[in-house]
């Protein structure tokens, strides 16, 4: 068992989460109950898969949770380049949330390798 707040991916996802609730404010209220809430719900998602598989027993089941994450950031990543394909998030708006996702889907990625070996 791992403790999920001393993972540097998992504060990181944190700090991308509390940025995007803030970012989401932007968003049409239309959208309210569509799009926001997805994305809401998937960058959620991603620290809580973390902290998650950290509480499980086994180290595969650690792994299942971390992928299970990473997947969440790349779900996050595309719904937002749908927001901003629908002029709902300007480029300016997102960019510095692009970078954190890469940062955050890398270290995912490193995690989930040192688990696998």
């Not at 950031?73 to 927001?83: D, K, P, V, Y």
């Not at 940062?103 to 070996?117: D, E, G, P, T, V």
Request: with cysteine; glycine share 4%.
């Amino acid at each position: 068992m791992h403790n999920f707040k001393e993972l540097k991916v998992w504060q990181h996802s944190m700090d991308l989460a509390v940025e995007i609730y803030t970012l989401m404010q932007k968003m049409p209220k239309d959208e309210l109950y569509g799009l926001t809430s997805q994305i809401k719900r998937c960058t959620v998602s991603i620290p809580s898969n973390l902290a998650e598989g950290a509480g499980r027993h086994s180290t595969a089941d650690f792994a299942r949770f971390v992928d299970i994450s990473n997947g969440s950031a790349n779900e996050l990543e595309t719904q937002l380049i749908l927001a901003n394909r629908l002029q709902f998030l300007s480029q300016n708006d997102l960019q510095g949330v692009y970078p954190a996702i890469e940062s955050i889907q890398k270290m995912n990625y490193n995690l989930l390798k040192n688990l696998r070996k």
